[in-house]
C-alpha cells in the first residue's frame, strides 16, 4: 500500500526526483576524488580517475527510475523518443498516419453501420432480457407466412410460459392506412398485442398504453399515436388523447402517444393498434381468425434468473404441444436475444454472407495500408540501422530494440486510429446516406427506425482494430532492424546495408500483397460496375417507360363490391384521360415487392412433386400495356375475368414454362392443376423479368382477374399523368388517398442496390488503387537512391539510361506482376460470390476482369517509372567522385 | 566494468541486504556505504554507482530506508540513508533467509 503511494508521489516529483539523483552521484564521485586526493593524487587526477570509477551514470538513472515506475519507466521513454523521431520527419510521420487513418477508419464506419443492423440490442429499457422468437414450420399444408406465429399458436405461448414473464406480438398493418382528415396522408402502421408496451416496459409519453380490454373481442377502436407521427400530422399538440381519429375511414380513439424511441420494429410507425383490428383497417383481412396464418412476430422478456436455454426448454414444450394437435407438423423454434433489426431465419446466412464479404473488402483496404506503411517503416528502418547499430553495439539487447520500434509503430497507430475515428464519423454518415434511400424509396410513407449510431461496441472494435494495424505493421520492420548487425554502423554506408537482400525480398513481398488485394478490388469494382450498367441496359422483356402505377393498397377496408366498383370507376376515368392509352389491373406491378407463389402441377403428378412459380392476376390490358408479346394462343378476354363458371380456369403461361413443362409440345389447351382448381392454357406469353430483374422465373403463370395495382400506359410526362390521376381520386372519394408511381422506379429500386454497392466496391477500389501506387512509387523510389552509386558506375561504364530504367523496372516490377497474378485469380473467386448475390455480375466478364487488371497494372508501371526516372538523371562523374 | 565485484551477481537481493546491513550502524551516504563494504570486505567487494544507485531506490519504495541531505565530514553536501523500522525487520528476515541459502549452497557443494 505505502509503496504504491510512494510510486505515485514518486510521478508527481520526478524532475525533483532526477535532479536530486543526478546531484547524489555528483557528490558522491566528488567525495571519491577527494578521498583519492587525500590518497596523494593531484586534483586533476583525482577528478579524472573518479570520472572513470563512476562508470555508466546514465544506466543508473534508468536503472533507478525502473526501479520506481517498473518497465512502464522504460515504455514511457520509448514513447517520449518516439514522438522525438516522429517530429524530426514530419513526412513520414504524416504519410504513415493518413494510410492508417485511411484503413481505419472505413472500418470502424462500416462497422459502426454493420453492428447497427446485425448486433445491436433492441432498443428498451433491460434489453438482455428480451428475446425474440421465431419458428419453422413442416408437414402443414396450406401454410401462409413464415418465421412469424399465428394468433392461436402467439395465445399459446403467451399463456402458458414461466420462464417469460411476458410475450407480445407484433405485425405490420396491410400495406399503406390513410389517415383521414383537411389533407388525408397515408402512413405506416402496426397491430400490437394490448401488452406490447408494458412487456418492453416503454410506456407512452401521453395517455395510456393499450390495455388488455381494448383487445377483446367488440372492444371500441383505439390506437397508440407513434411519435414520429403525433408531431407531424398533430403538431405534437398534447390534447388529441381522447379525440377520435380516421384510420381508412374507421374511427379510432387515440388513447396515448408513444414515448419517442419505442421499439418500432425496421420502420416507423405512424400507429400502434390492438391485434384484432386488422378487419377494420383492410376488409378480409383475416390474419386474425385464421390459425393457418403465421404473421405475428414474438418478443418475450426473460424472468429474473432464468437462462436463454431454459426458456428454449419450455418454449420447445409448448411447441411439441401444438405439434401433437396438428399430425405431420413438426415446428423448430429459433430464440435469440432480440435485435434492434430481426433478421428472419432464412435470410440470416445470406445477411451474414454480406457482411462478411463487406468487412473483408474493407479488411482489405486496411491490410494494403499497413502493408505500405510496414514498408515506410523498413525504409527508414535501413536508413536508421546506423543508430540501430550504434544502439546494439552499446549493449542494448535485441528484445529492447524491438520494443523502442514495435513502441514507435504504436504510436503512429494510435494517432492514425484517432484521426480515423474521425474519418468513420464522415464515411459512416456516407454509407448511411448511400445505403437508406437505396433500401426505403423516399416516395413511400415509411422511414428506417434502426438507430446506427456508434456505441461501446464500436469504439472496442476501433480500438482493437488500432492495436492490430500497429502489431501488424509493426511486427515485420521491428524483427528487420533488430536483426540488423551491429557493425553496420561502422561501414558508412548506410545505403548499402539498407539495401540487404532481406531487407529486399521483404519490401517486394509487401508490394506484392498489396498489388493483389488491390487487385481484387479493383477487378471486383469493375465487375459491378458492369453490373450496374447492365441494369440500366437490360431487356426486361416489356416496356416499362411509359407505365404509370397506381396503388389501390389503401382502400383496402372497402367491401369487396366497393372495392370492385371504385376499381371500375377509376379505370373508366383514367381511360378517358387525354394521352392515355390503356389502363390495366394486377395484383401486383412488375418488379414490385410484392409476389404470390404458387404450386403447380401436371395431371397425375402429386403436391410432392409440385412445381413451385408465380401467378400474376391480371386483366386483359395487361399484356398490351406492358407491351408484352403473346407469341401462341390468344390474351384474356373480359369474358375470362368474369366467368365463375365451374371447369378448368384459362391461363397465360411464359414460354419458359412452356418449354419446361412440355419441352417440344404444343402448350395450348393442355391442363394444370394448383390445389384444388383445373387450369388450361389458352395463351402462351413471350419470357418477361416481372419478378426479379436478375432472371426469368422458370414457372410463370398468368392467371385473369383484377387486382390492387393499376398500370397505365400513357404518352404524358409522368408528372402530368400523376396530377391528373390525383384529381380523379379526389373526385370519386375525399377520403383516399392512392400512391402514384412511374414503374421505372421499381427499376430504381434494382439499381439503387447495385449502385450503392457499386459506388462503395468503386470507393474502396480507388482508395486501394492510391494507396497501393504509393506503396509502388516508394519501393522503386528507395530502390533507386539505395543503388545510385551503382547505377552512377553502370552509366559511366556506358550504360544508356534506358537500359539502366529497363533493369530498374524489370527487377522492381517482378512482385507487381506476381502480386497482380495472384490478385485476378482471387478476384475471379470474389466475383463468382458477387454474381450470385447481385444482377448482372459475371464472374468471367472480360471487359471488367481486363479493365480492372490493366488499371492497376498500368498505375503500378506508370508509379514505378516516375519513381526511377531521377536515377537516369544521376551525373556519373558525382557518383565516381565517391568511389 | 569488471573491476566492481557487484554482489548482485551472486544472489539477488544479496546487494540490498549489504547495504542495509551497513545502515544498521547508522545514517551513511552513498560512497560511504560503498567505502563501507570495500573496507569490511577487505577489498573484495567494490560496488559501483550503477548498481549501488538503483539498489538504494529500491529500498526507498520499499519505505525500508528513508533519505535526507546532509553535509559530510568534507564539508560537502551528501545524501543520507538512514534506516526505517521496517527496514530493520527486513534486514533480520534478509539475513536469516541468506544464511539459509548459504547452508544450503555449501551443503550442495560438500556433497559428494
Known amino acids: 500500500m505505502g509503496r504504491w503511494l510512494r510510486r505515485l508521489t514518486y510521478l508527481f516529483r520526478q524532475s525533483r526526483h532526477e535532479a536530486e539523483l543526478r546531484e547524489e552521484i555528483e557528490a558522491h564521485r566528488a567525495l571519491r576524488a577527494a578521498h583519492l586526493e587525500r590518497e596523494g593524487l593531484t586534483s586533476r587526477e583525482a577528478d579524472e580517475a573518479s570520472r572513470r570509477a563512476i562508470g555508466n551514470v546514465l544506466l543508473a538513472h534508468e536503472d533507478a527510475r525502473e526501479v520506481w515506475l517498473g518497465s512502464w519507466a522504460t515504455w514511457w521513454q520509448d514513447i517520449r523518443y518516439g514522438v522525438r523521431t516522429f517530429r524530426r520527419s514530419p513526412m513520414f510521420t504524416a504519410v504513415a498516419v493518413v494510410t492508417l487513418a485511411l484503413g481505419i477508419g472505413v472500418n470502424a464506419g462500416v462497422f459502426t453501420v454493420l453492428n447497427g443492423v446485425l448486433f445491436r440490442d433492441l432498443p428498451a429499457p433491460a434489453a438482455n432480457e428480451l428475446v425474440s422468437i421465431s419458428q419453422t414450420v413442416q408437414g402443414v399444408k396450406d401454410l401462409m407466412g413464415q418465421d412469424t406465429f399465428s394468433t392461436s399458436e402467439y395465445r399459446a405461448y403467451r399463456d402458458s410460459t414461466n420462464t417469460l414473464s411476458g410475450v407480445l406480438a407484433i405485425s405490420n398493418a396491410s400495406g399503406e392506412t390513410t389517415l383521414g382528415g383537411d389533407s388525408p396522408q397515408n402512413v405506416y402502421g402496426a397491430l400490437v398485442s394490448c401488452n406490447y408496451f408494458d412487456v418492453l416496459r416503454q410506456p407512452p409519453a401521453l395517455g395510456r398504453s393499450l390495455a388488455a380490454r381494448d383487445c377483446d373481442a367488440g372492444a371500441d377502436p383505439v390506437v397508440v399515436l407513434g411519435h414520429d407521427l403525433w408531431k407531424t400530422a398533430f403538431a405534437a399538440n398534447s390534447d388529441v388523447v381522447g379525440r377520435t381519429i380516421q384510420l381508412n375511414r374507421r374511427f379510432f380513439t387515440v388513447v396515448g402517444v408513444a414515448a419517442e424511441g419505442t421499439y418500432q420494429g425496421a420502420l416507423k410507425l405512424g400507429y400502434f393498434a390492438p391485434i384484432n383490428a386488422g378487419r377494420l383497417l383492410a376488409a378480409g383481412d383475416s390474419r386474425y381468425e385464421n390459425d393457418k396464418f403465421l404473421w405475428l412476430f414474438l418478443i418475450g422478456r426473460q424472468r429474473d434468473r432464468v437462462g436463454l436455454d431454459q426458456v428454449r426448454a419450455e418454449l420447445e414444450v409448448i411447441a411439441a404441444q401444438i405439434d401433437r ?271 404470390a407463389p404458387v404450386a403447380i402441377r401436371l395431371p397425375g403428378e402429386d403436391e410432392r412433386t409440385a412445381r413451385h412459380g408465380e401467378a400474376i392476376t391480371v386483366t386483359p390490358r395487361y399484356f398490351s400495356v406492358l407491351g408484352l408479346p403473346i407469341v401462341r394462343g390468344r390474351a384474356f378476354t373480359d369474358a375470362d375475368v368474369r366467368s365463375t363458371q365451374t371447369g378448368a380456369r384459362p391461363i397465360i403461361v411464359s414460354e419458359a414454362t412452356a418449354r419446361n413443362l412440355w419441352p417440344g409440345g404444343d402448350p395450348i389447351g393442355r391442363l394444370l392443376s394448383s390445389q384444388n382448381d383445373t387450369l388450361q392454357v389458352v395463351g402462351v406469353a413471350a419470357d418477361a423479368r416481372v419478378n426479379a430483374i436478375g432472371y426469368v422465373d422458370p414457372y410463370q403463370i398468368y392467371v385473369p382477374g383484377a387486382g390492387s395495382v393499376l398500370l397505365i400506359k400513357n404518352r404524358n410526362d409522368f408528372a402530368t399523368t400523376a396530377s391528373g390521376i390525383r384529381a380523379i381520386v379526389r373526385s370519386l372519394d375525399p377520403s383516399l388517398v392512392l400512391t402514384v408511381l412511374p414503374l421505372s422506379a421499381n427499376l430504381g429500386w434494382w439499381r439503387g442496390i447495385s449502385g450503392t454497392v457499386t459506388s462503395l466496391a468503386s470507393g474502396l477500389g480507388v482508395l486501394a488503387l492510391v494507396l497501393a501506387t504509393v506503396g509502388v512509387y516508394g519501393v522503386v523510389s528507395y530502390a533507386v537512391t539505395g543503388r545510385s552509386r551503382e547505377i552512377g558506375v553502370r552509366l559511366a561504364l556506358g550504360a544508356t539510361a534506358r537500359n539502366v530504367l529497363a533493369m530498374i523496372l524489370r527487377q522492381t516490377m517482378r512482385p507487381v506482376v506476381v502480386g497482380a497474378s495472384i490478385g485476378v485469380a482471387g478476384a475471379i473467386a470474389v466475383s463468382q460470390v458477387l454474381s450470385s448475390v447481385l444482377f448482372g455480375v459475371s464472374p468471367v466478364d472480360p471487359i471488367g476482369l481486363g479493365g480492372g487488371a490493366l488499371l492497376v497494372l498500368g498505375l503500378a508501371l506508370a508509379a514505378g517509372l516516375v519513381a526511377a526516372r531521377p536515377a537516369t538523371r544521376a551525373d556519373p562523374t558525382t557518383t565516381l567522385r565517391y568511389e | 566494468m569488471g573491476l566492481t565485484n557487484t554482489p548482485s551477481d551472486l544472489l539477488p537481493g544479496t546487494l540490498e541486504l549489504l547495504i542495509l546491513k551497513s545502515l544498521r550502524s547508522g545514517p551513511k551516504h552513498g560512497y560511504a556505504i560503498v567505502e563501507h563494504l570495500r573496507v569490511t570486505s577487505q577489498d573484495v567487494l567494490h560496488v559501483g554507482e550503477s548498481a549501488l544507485y538503483p539498489a538504494l531506490q529500491r529500498l526507498l519504495v520499499n519505505g525500508w530506508a528513508k533519505a535526507e541531505w546532509g553535509v559530510s565530514e568534507t564539508n560537502r553536501r551528501a545524501r543520507y540513508y538512514r534506516l526505517t523500522p521496517a527496514g530493520r525487520k527486513q534486514l533480520a528476515g534478509e539475513r536469516a533467509e541468506f544464511e539459509r541459502m548459504v547452508q544450503a549452497i555449501q551443503r550442495v557443494l560438500e556433497a559428494s
Open chain 1, 325 to 595: 394437435q396438428q399430425p405431420g407438423r413438426s415446428t423448430t423454434l429459433e430464440i435469440e436475444r432480440a435485435k434492434q433489426l430481426t433478421v428472419p431465419p432464412g435470410l440470416r446466412s445470406a445477411a451474414t454472407g454480406t457482411a462478411a464479404v463487406l468487412m473483408g473488402a474493407f479488411g482489405f483496404i486496411l491490410l494494403i495500408a499497413c502493408a505500405n506503411v510496414a514498408n515506410l517503416f523498413l525504409a527508414r528502418g535501413t536508413s536508421r540501422s546506423h543508430e540501430i547499430g550504434i544502439r546494439l553495439s552499446l549493449g542494448a539487447s535485441r528484445a529492447r530494440v524491438v520494443r523502442q520500434v514495435m513502441t514507435e509503430s504504436m504510436l503512429i497507430s494510435v494517432a492514425g486510429g484517432l484521426l480515423g475515428s474521425v474519418l468513420a464519423v464522415w464515411s459512416f454518415q456516407w454509407l448511411v446516406a448511400l445505403a437508406v434511400p437505396a433500401l426505403v424509396p423516399p416516395e413511400l410513407p415509411m422511414s428506417p427506425a434502426w438507430d446506427l449510431s456508434p456505441n461501446a461496441r464500436v469504439l472496442s472494435f476501433a480500438v482493437a482494430v488500432t492495436f492490430g494495424a500497429g502489431i501488424l505493421f509493426g511486427l515485420v520492420p521491428a524483427l528487420h532492424v533488430s536483426s540488423s548487425h551491429p557493425y553496420a554502423f561502422t561501414k558508412h554506408d548506410s545505403a548499402a546495408a539498407g539495401s540487404s537482400r532481406r531487407g529486399v525480398r521483404l519490401r517486394a513481398t509487401l508490394v506484392g500483397v498489396q498489388v493483389a488485394l488491390c487487385m481484387v478490388l479493383m477487378i471486383a469494382a469493375a465487375l459491378l460496375l458492369r453490373g450496374l450498367y447492365a441494369t440500366y441496359t437490360i431487356d426486361l422483356g416489356y416496356e416499362y417507360r411509359d407505365v404509370a402505377v397506381v396503388s389501390l393498397e389503401s382502400a383496402v377496408d372497402l367491401s369487396a363490391e366497393d372495392f370492385e366498383a371504385l376499381r371500375r370507376r377509376l379505370i373508366a376515368r383514367i381511360e378517358a384521360m387525354p394521352g392515355v392509352d390503356a389502363v390495366a389491373s394486377a395484383d401486383q406491378d412488375p418488379l414490385g415487392d410484392d409476389f
